[in-house]
């Protein structure tokens, strides 16, 4: 074999080799893109907020996003079951909750490639973080009546003690406890023949609270009426 036919033998082993190698190359980014897709693939996160008595807080804001954008992914107010859901990537997230009385908490999430809904408990107190979410609705800034009691009645027995209180801004929830910062204490639905149960009966004294809430997930009206102290008979 000539020298010229020797070079040219080489030249092609080597073509045939890159070939080989951009082939094996190809084929290694088709089996890696699918991964590297589905690292970036979103899922859906959210909150549900709730009080410290576990019920659901209507119109808390929830923002969603990132270290110097808080609000990147999502800046919504909570529906009439607490709740918050929307479509994230998956990369670390910024979690702030707020609701005026409230203190309001910022939560950091690690990346998640699956779905995830995350209870968060509100407790009442100082102002803390704030999620600013807006919409047309909570701008307006509408009112509710005022929550006034007028009156209050109180028939006892050898067996039970019942409250009747007349009121005016047509309350639909109340709470009744035996402390002044209603400790244990959950919102019930409101009617003008409050029962009291066998715990509160044994105080010298209980105190009420009445209030008006109405919510959805764009805006939230809500109003209380002052705490009442019940004095009862012993």
């Not at 407790?123 to 704030?130: H, Q, S, T, Y």
């Not at 009121?167 to 400790?183: H, T």
Request: net charge positive.
């Amino acid at each position: 074999m000539d020298v010229v036919g020797a070079y040219i033998m080489r030249t092609q082993s080597k073509s045939n080799l890159v070939t080989r190698i951009n082939k094996s190359v190809i084929a290694v980014a088709a089996l890696t893109l699918p991964l590297l897709v589905s690292q970036a693939h979103a899922a859906k996160f959210g909150v549900r907020v709730v009080d410290e008595n576990d019920q659901a807080i209507v119109g808390a804001a929830v923002c969603i996003g990132l270290q110097g954008n808080y609000k990147q992914f999502a800046a919504a107010f909570t529906d009439a079951q607490g709740k918050v859901m929307v479509d994230v990537p998956n990369v670390p997230l910024l979690v702030t909750v707020s609701k005026d009385r409230f203190t309001g908490m910022r939560i950091t999430e690690p990346a998640r490639s699956f779905n995830l809904l995350k209870q968060v408990r509100l407790l009442e107190g100082v102002p803390g973080p704030r999620c600013r979410a807006g919409s047309s609705m909570a701008d307006i800034k509408p009112t509710v009546p005022t929550i006034v009691v007028t009156d209050l009645a109180i028939k006892e027995n050898t067996r039970s003690t019942t409250l009747s209180p007349k009121v005016s801004g047509e309350p639909n929830q109340y709470r009744i406890s035996a402390s002044k910062d209603f400790e244990g204490a959950t919102w019930a639905e409101f009617n003008n023949q409050i029962a009291l149960s066998g715990t509160l009966l044994d105080n010298e004294k209980v105190f009420l609270q009445l209030r008006n809430i109405s919510g959805s997930s764009k805006a939230w009206l809500e109003a209380r009426s002052e705490v009442m102290t019940v004095r009862l008979a012993q």
